[in-house]
């Protein structure tokens, strides 16, 4: 069983920039596909980002454009979202997620019904 933990939200204007960091502990992180979700007040839980176990497989939102960049650190146990040019529909509780299912397959890393552990999240909101 993992556990999850989000830091470094807050608020930014737009145009600013944010990394945040999710710290794994329990089972080996290695073992994990992890996931960065988003939700906004009165949307959907959406994904943002997802990364393989080795690392060299990444998927993105497509509304992102290129401005949010999904990393991990096995020494650190840790998945990071280095997000920039933000602007306020960004805005949202941003979660970390891991996966146990096999592969690495686009359409279904996308989706929180892959993701077993969750992270409580943490708040970003950027002010125009």
């Known amino acids: 069983q993992a556990q999850l933990v989000e830091s470094g939200g807050g608020l930014v204007q737009a145009g600013g920039s944010l990394r945040l960091s999710c710290a794994a502990s329990?089972?080996?992180?290695?073992?994990?596909?992890m996931g960065w979700f988003r939700q906004a007040p009165g949307k959907e839980r959406e994904v943002v980002a997802a990364?393989?176990?080795?690392?060299?497989?990444?998927i993105y939102a497509d509304s992102l454009k290129g401005r949010f960049t999904i990393s991990r650190d096995g020494a650190k146990n840790s998945v990071y979202l280095q997000m920039n040019d933000l602007n306020p529909e960004d805005t949202a509780v941003y979660s970390c997620?891991?996966?146990?299912?096999?592969?690495?397959?686009?359409?279904?890393?996308?989706?929180?019904?892959?993701?077993?552990?969750w992270g409580r999240g943490t708040q970003v909101t950027v002010s125009s």
């Open positions: 997620a891991a996966s146990e299912r096999p592969g690495f397959e686009a359409s279904g890393v996308r989706g929180p019904d892959t993701y077993t552990y």
């Open positions: 990364i393989s176990r080795s690392g060299g497989r990444r």
């Open positions: 329990g089972r080996t992180f290695s073992s994990y596909v």
